[in-house]
């Protein structure tokens, strides 16, 4: 069974880091392109970023690039978003993405930066 598990978020101040994680199980992440989304109240769920199956390629939203690191983690089989010099636009639920056959989604967790 697929499942993608989400962790990491929290309260910060502007100007401050979080790690995002997402734990994958069911399927080996390292063979599929994984992606990191995000969803503010009252706008549409926004892409971030994507780490691809072939070559370990990475690709960066324009609002967060220079700032995001989407990287992999064979051994957990995971996926991880690292936030430097947060924004207040950066506060959002940050989703996982698998494509696989279709693509599959976890929970979210929330990302609140704030003074």
């Known amino acids: 069974q697929v499942q993608l598990v989400e962790s990491g978020g929290g309260l910060v101040h502007p100007g401050g880091s979080l790690r995002l994680s997402c734990v994958a199980s069911g399927f080996s992440a390292d063979n599929y392109e994984m992606n990191w989304f995000r969803q503010a109240p009252g706008k549409d769920r926004e892409w971030v970023a994507t780490?691809?199956?072939?070559?370990?390629?990475?690709n960066y939203a324009d609002s967060v690039k220079g700032r995001f690191t989407i990287s992999r983690d064979s051994g957990r089989n995971a996926v991880y978003l690292q936030m430097k010099s947060l924004k207040p636009e950066d506060t959002a639920v940050y989703y996982c993405?698998?494509?696989?056959?279709?693509?599959?989604w976890g929970q979210g967790t929330q990302v609140t930066v704030s003074s």
């Open positions: 780490i691809t199956d072939i070559r370990i390629r990475t």
């Open positions: 993405k698998a494509k696989l056959w279709r693509d599959f």
